[in-house]
């Protein structure tokens, strides 16, 4: 598996299947999201407990418009319409793998939520 289908296959299962979505983590990868004041998240373990009490409870629909690899590093830029306590919103996003021996080590995801969940 190349590293942009590794990078597709963590994004497209997140929600949907955690554990193939998980299994393709490496056990200290570092995920933050600039921009939101959180600190990184260190671990898959720890990613997996801070989704399962903070995300969604699940993926209405998810587009990728872009996906690029380079390296180590898989750029993947689109769109995610989620579901928590029956209310759906929707965000854009561009999310920064790096992907090292068959394992992403490290994912930056930077977050715009949709002006059209204001409405209702």
Do not use: C
């Not at 995300?55 to 689109?78: C, F, K, S």
Request: proline share 2%; aromatic share 10%.
């Amino acid at each position: 598996m190349d590293n942009k289908e590794i990078a597709r296959q963590f994004f497209e299962n997140l929600f949907v299947n955690n554990n193939k979505a998980y299994e393709v983590l490496a056990d200290d990868v570092r995920v933050d999201w600039p921009g939101f004041g959180m600190e990184t998240l260190v671990g898959r373990d720890s990613l997996r407990k801070f989704m399962d009490d903070s995300g969604p409870d699940r993926v209405v629909d998810m587009q990728i418009r872009n996906l690029l690899a380079e390296g180590d590093t898989v750029i993947a830029a689109g769109s995610i319409s989620t579901e928590t306590a029956g209310k759906t919103e929707r965000s854009h996003f561009a999310d920064v793998y790096t992907v090292q021996n068959g394992k992403i080590t490290a994912l930056q995801s930077y977050m715009v939520f949709d002006k059209g969940n204001d409405k209702d």
